[in-house]
């Protein structure tokens, strides 16, 4: 089991950047593949991007491709999205999260363990 708790999150203007981290601890965090998914109010969790146990691969949500990058440093246990040119569309609680699954995809079910997640707001 990992254990996932996501920081960075905060209150922004439009144009701005945050780094989002999300610390894992427990099992061997290069055994899982991870990801980023947010939650607007009133709107169900999306996906926002994934990323491969060593991190040679990532995948980008159309809405966030070229503005969001997800990476990730196994000798820390933590995961990572930085965030730039952010819009006030971005305003969600993201979440990190961990799947056991060789591959990754943008499916929320996919995944096993999740954090409890950081508010991101951004102001126009």
């Known amino acids: 089991q990992v254990r996932l708790v996501e920081s960075g999150g905060g209150l922004v203007q439009a144009g701005a950047s945050l780094r989002l981290s999300c610390a894992a601890s427990?099992?061997?965090?290069?055994?899982?593949?991870a990801g980023w998914f947010r939650q607007a109010p009133g709107k169900e969790r999306e996906f926002v991007s994934t990323?491969?146990?060593?991190?040679?691969?990532?995948y980008h949500a159309d809405s966030v491709k070229g503005r969001f990058t997800i990476s990730r440093d196994n000798a820390k246990n933590t995961l990572y999205l930085q965030m730039n040119s952010l819009k006030p569309e971005d305003t969600a609680v993201y979440y990190c999260?961990?799947?056991?699954?060789?591959?990754?995809?943008?499916?929320?079910?996919?995944?096993?363990?999740w954090g409890q997640g950081t508010q991101v707001t951004v102001s126009s």
């Open positions: 990323i491969t146990r060593s991190g040679g691969t990532t």
């Open positions: 427990g099992r061997t965090f290069s055994s899982y593949a």
């Open positions: 999260a961990a799947t056991r699954s060789a591959t990754v995809d943008g499916r929320a079910s996919r995944y096993d363990y």
